[in-house]
């Protein structure tokens, strides 16, 4: 990856055609805590439809903060979904807008459990533990 700022906003942006489908897919997936799909949409359409932005909404220029919302966000979801998710919808946690490897998302989702166990905001287990009792009600 460059050390050019705007050679990695460019391949941030070029990579959305792969994270983009990938967080529509997770949306659906019931294994994935509600809790993350609820933050990810509220701050994102929150900030898209907030109007006032930390760039004016001046011609090509003032987009740039909304898009530099919307890559954060599409960043922070798909790491904090686990990583067995991930890879049944084929990520291999190279791509340049992640940034982190499948042993950083398991060290966050770690981090993610001790924060469940101080403050009871659970991110993951309770949709995964959701996903496990439908599918042995199936089988």
Do not use: C
């Amino acid at each position: 990856m460059s050390s050019n700022p705007i050679g990695k906003a460019a391949k941030a942006v070029w990579s959305l055609k792969k994270t983009v489908p990938l967080a529509g897919s997770l949306m659906i997936d019931p294994r994935v805590a509600r809790s993350s799909k609820l933050i990810f949409v509220f701050v994102t359409l929150g900030y898209l439809l907030f109007p006032y932005d930390f760039i004016f909404d001046f011609p090509l220029f003032g987009q740039f903060d909304d898009l530099a919302v919307m890559v954060m966000m599409l960043n922070w979801f798909i790491r904090n979904t686990p990583v067995h998710i991930l890879d049944e919808y084929g990520w291999d946690g190279k791509d340049v807008v992640l940034k982190k490897s499948k042993k950083q998302i398991a060290k966050q989702q770690a981090r993610n459990k001790i924060i469940h166990k101080v403050t009871g905001i659970d991110l993951n287990a309770k949709a995964e533990a959701k996903a496990q009792k439908k599918a042995k009600k199936n089988k």
